[in-house]
């Protein structure tokens, strides 16, 4: 028979973030990828979403290791939820592994077995062989993959960019790209994230040369805000630090911990006493002092939130004071990173950031670069990946500028799985992969019954109505209200004592048989209480009548 390999995203297609594709031959599975995704304002109090891995371990044993491209919550962050259902081997470069090593002992699962591999390394799994290649991006020591299956190679490239000067030296490695090229690529999976963008993105080692401008001139403290995983962006904060005469105190606890994994591993250089105990630095003049500090995309409780509402324990942001936000705004924070610019503004200081001044370069190929991957690998078949729809189109389109035919383009989403044989690619559907929701230790037990409540429950508020009834179905006591975000229970008890008497009367024209129909009886008083509040506020709050028997 004819060898057939499917390609199988449980995420990243259709959505940025909760990155992980499965390869399919056979009886075997890999996996490139487990990442999470931050939810948004329509999912009230969930704390992570991840893929749906029925897919994956629906055969006992089939999935038989993870591959993970880089260090980024999208990509490696699901990965305790999936170890804690299969044991399964992971691979990753020094760095990704460290951060995960970290991950999964918060989770208790010290136990995996973590395989850090290196640029050139080819691991067998089953029918497969993988061989990590060298890219660019914002964390250190990020790979594609070029996977040998039966069909052919299919060259994923992670999240990358074309960095002609990256900070570690460490050059994406054109050369292996276009070797592949030359021997013959079957599928190119490719990043899609800045498809958008004309040109090429640039370097990281022009926001060192642009934020060395802004340092130069500063008298006061400089507090700069990044991603704790943009290792660069970190060391180039730190040598700048050293070269103006300045110390840094790092804020965040994963700020803390990332520099302390990189420095380990070599992957970060901390110039000498450079880096000191918030305490020491606060005693320090404005002008030696740099916060290097975590909270670009306006968290709440981050130590930049708290030095724009004027709340910092050790430090007041004021005249003088330079901040940097040196980061992208990830979709959907833009609110509250606002939010701390304008607390910053307020107090005095300088705020410099994406909008205003270039203190960020992203981490993503732009439209030249993604044609330059085009190019040099030449694949048979394309598939874009890490993006929304509207990325993913626009990557299927550039790729029809570089003489792909539609034919050979495959514009897919989660749910769907692509079949290659050596000559023919197709499209199925039907492959579960719907988005789990993470609250506290649940998993998946959080539906859409339950968000829409915790909806009702933020817009509207909640208004408790207790009584009593003997086996007779007479009221013995009640009815009692409580209210939680209807109106403020202290300014209108006047109000609460109308509503008590409203509910009474509703209840005292039912008889006693009819009282003992549970059912009835909360019908009733949900449409009293509806009724009074309506009228009098216009407000529908959830009513959650409470029945008890003395
Ligand atoms: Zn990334
Ligand atoms: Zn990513």
Redesign the pocket.
Known sequence: MEPLVRLIPLGGLGEIGLNMMLLESGDDLIAVDCGLMFPGDDLPGIDYVIPDFSYALAKPDALRAVFLT?G?E??IGALPYLLKRARVPVYGSPLTVALVAEKLREHDLGDVTLHAIRPHDRIEVGPFTVEPLRVT???AD?VGLAISTPVGVIVHTG?FKLDPTPLDGELPDYDAFSALGDQGVIVLCSDSTNVDRPGHTPSESEVGLALAERFAPARGRIIVATFASHIHRIQQILRLAARFERRVALLGRSMERNVRIAADLGYLTLPDDVVVPLEELAEMPPARQVILSTGSQGEPNSALALMAAGEHKYFEVGRGDLVILSSRVIPGNERTVSRIINGLYRRGAEVLYEDNAFVHVS?HASQEDLKLMLNLTRPRYFVPVHGEYRHLLGHARLAAEVGLGPDRVFLMEDGAALEVTKSAATVVGGIPAGRVLVDGKGVGDVGPVVLRDRELLAEEGIIAVAIVLDAKGEIVSGPTLASRGVVYVKENEALLDELRLAVRRALDEMDSVERRDREALSDRIRSAVRRFVNQRFQRKPVVLPLILEA
């Open positions: 880089h980024h999208d990509h991006h914002s964390i990020g999240d981490g």
